[in-house]
């Protein structure tokens, strides 16, 4: 029994010393929690950013993506990091973005990467490659296939890190005044199509010109070029082509699933603290999303409008239109290929990609859309 009264002393004893282990603890804790929150209050740094475009300002589809990215940093960041959105022409023309944050003069960019083809001939890849691959296959290939790192070697050189930036889907092949029945229709034609399909149409005998968005409408109208193609129904009702043009042919053999880019001037990236660089990256991820969303909501009733309401002649160009161009678009990549060792391994990297995805998508993709169809129309059995 005597043994057993020594206990509770070393009991006490021992739990003394845990409540003055716990204590100091506490206080070591506490007297650090200033000095903690002054470390991470230096995080709280606030941000000021430009971001240029491209695009007229507000421009449904193209021009609302980086307003939509610049609200939800501003929110994700609690207004610590805070982008103020310039319109083409407000702070530089439309074809000054990739220059302007290249320098620094801004922070972001927002656009096309087949715009800058004069300065990196294989910066076409990362909007569209005619007959290449579409909007789910562009995303996949950019985030899962390699393609993103490619797209920042390129870029790197110009102090930029790229980022998917939207997606418009299988564009429309563009507003006509004449009706395209053969490839002969093509010659003498002067229309405003951007990045390889351009070039396409100058070896079949028209002239490609790289015309920005907000100055299309009058150089249709004053005959500067004779037809253009724009994005696809959504947009291209926003601008009011129907006022100026009579055929709206598709499909957009040239642009099967553009992606649109922000660029990221890399050393005001890398000032940035982890979460902010995190935010960024998130925020585009989501515009890059958004965009291919809202545009696969709206076309459809703006093609109806288009045509219900404005009589706009809906056209498919002819199967041979589009062998033609196909086979002239296979020589130029090999051609350019040929010339320019960086484009040579973008194309090669892109085509492995293509050589896995599309006989999937064959069983998938494609085999749904047309069992989707079979049997419409039918009577139903009895
Ligand atoms: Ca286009």
Redesign the pocket.
Same mark, same amino acid.
């Given at each position: 029994m005597k043994k057993i009264n020594w206990y509770p002393p070393v009991i006490l004893g021992l739990l003394a010393l845990l409540v003055i282990t716990f204590g100091a603890l506490v206080v070591s804790t506490s007297s650090k929690g200033p000095t903690q929150h002054f470390a991470k209050g230096s995080d709280q740094e606030t941000f000021e950013w430009k971001l240029v475009t491209t695009w007229p300002k507000n421009f449904p589809g193209l021009g609302s993506a980086p307003e939509r990215f610049a609200k939800k940093v501003a929110a994700m960041s609690d207004g610590r990091l805070k982008i103020k959105v310039y319109g083409a022409g407000e702070l530089v023309p439309a074809m000054g973005v990739f220059g302007a944050v290249s320098d620094g003069a801004a922070q972001m960019g927002h656009g096309a990467a087949y715009y800058w083809k004069g300065k990196i001939p294989a910066a076409q890849f990362f909007t569209a490659v005619p007959f290449g691959l579409n909007a789910q296959e562009m995303n996949g290939w950019l985030h899962y296939g390699g393609g993103m790192e490619l797209w920042r070697e390129l870029y790197e050189p110009f102090d930029l890190i790229p980022m998917a930036g939207g997606s418009t889907g299988v564009?429309m092949a563009g507003w006509f005044n004449k009706e395209i029945n053969s490839v002969n229709d093509l010659k003498g034609l002067k229309m405003r199509i951007?990045g390889l399909g351009g070039e396409v149409l100058n070896r079949a005998g028209g002239t490609a010109v790289t015309i920005p968005g907000g100055e299309l409408y009058t150089a249709l109208q004053t005959g500067v070029i004779d037809a253009t $193609?724009?994005?696809g129904p959504y947009n291209d009702l926003a601008f009011g082509f129907y006022q100026i043009a009579k055929y709206y042919y598709y499909p957009?053999w040239h $642009?099967p699933g553009?992606i649109l880019e922000f660029i990221v001037n890399k050393t005001a990236f890398e000032k940035l603290p982890p979460d902010l660089q995190a935010i960024v990256r998130t925020a585009a991820r989501d515009a890059n999303q958004d965009m291919l969303d809202e545009y696969t909501a709206r076309n459809n009733r703006a093609l109806q409008e288009l045509v219900d309401k404005h009589g706009v002649q809906l056209r498919r160009l002819p199967d041979d239109v589009i062998v033609y161009l196909k086979k002239i678009n296979n020589q130029i990549m090999e051609e350019t290929a040929a010339e320019d060792p960086q484009f040579a391994r973008v194309y090669k990297a892109y085509k492995e990609f293509e050589s896995q995805v599309v006989p999937y998508h064959r069983i998938s993709e494609e085999a749904y859309y047309q069992a989707r169809e079979l049997g419409d129309g039918d009577a139903v059995a009895d």
């Amino acid at each position: 029994m005597k043994k057993i009264n020594w206990y509770p002393p070393v009991i006490l004893g021992l739990l003394a010393l845990l409540v003055i282990t716990f204590g100091a603890l506490v206080v070591s804790t506490s007297s650090k929690g200033p000095t903690q929150h002054f470390a991470k209050g230096s995080d709280q740094e606030t941000f000021e950013w430009k971001l240029v475009t491209t695009w007229p300002k507000n421009f449904p589809g193209l021009g609302s993506a980086p307003e939509r990215f610049a609200k939800k940093v501003a929110a994700m960041s609690d207004g610590r990091l805070k982008i103020k959105v310039y319109g083409a022409g407000e702070l530089v023309p439309a074809m000054g973005v990739f220059g302007a944050v290249s320098d620094g003069a801004a922070q972001m960019g927002h656009g096309a990467a087949y715009y800058w083809k004069g300065k990196i001939p294989a910066a076409q890849f990362f909007t569209a490659v005619p007959f290449g691959l579409n909007a789910q296959e562009m995303n996949g290939w950019l985030h899962y296939g390699g393609g993103m790192e490619l797209w920042r070697e390129l870029y790197e050189p110009f102090d930029l890190i790229p980022m998917a930036g939207g997606s418009t889907g299988v564009q429309m092949a563009g507003w006509f005044n004449k009706e395209i029945n053969s490839v002969n229709d093509l010659k003498g034609l002067k229309m405003r199509i951007p990045g390889l399909g351009g070039e396409v149409l100058n070896r079949a005998g028209g002239t490609a010109v790289t015309i920005p968005g907000g100055e299309l409408y009058t150089a249709l109208q004053t005959g500067v070029i004779d037809a253009t $193609e724009w994005v696809g129904p959504y947009n291209d009702l926003a601008f009011g082509f129907y006022q100026i043009a009579k055929y709206y042919y598709y499909p957009g053999w040239h $642009e099967p699933g553009s992606i649109l880019e922000f660029i990221v001037n890399k050393t005001a990236f890398e000032k940035l603290p982890p979460d902010l660089q995190a935010i960024v990256r998130t925020a585009a991820r989501d515009a890059n999303q958004d965009m291919l969303d809202e545009y696969t909501a709206r076309n459809n009733r703006a093609l109806q409008e288009l045509v219900d309401k404005h009589g706009v002649q809906l056209r498919r160009l002819p199967d041979d239109v589009i062998v033609y161009l196909k086979k002239i678009n296979n020589q130029i990549m090999e051609e350019t290929a040929a010339e320019d060792p960086q484009f040579a391994r973008v194309y090669k990297a892109y085509k492995e990609f293509e050589s896995q995805v599309v006989p999937y998508h064959r069983i998938s993709e494609e085999a749904y859309y047309q069992a989707r169809e079979l049997g419409d129309g039918d009577a139903v059995a009895d």
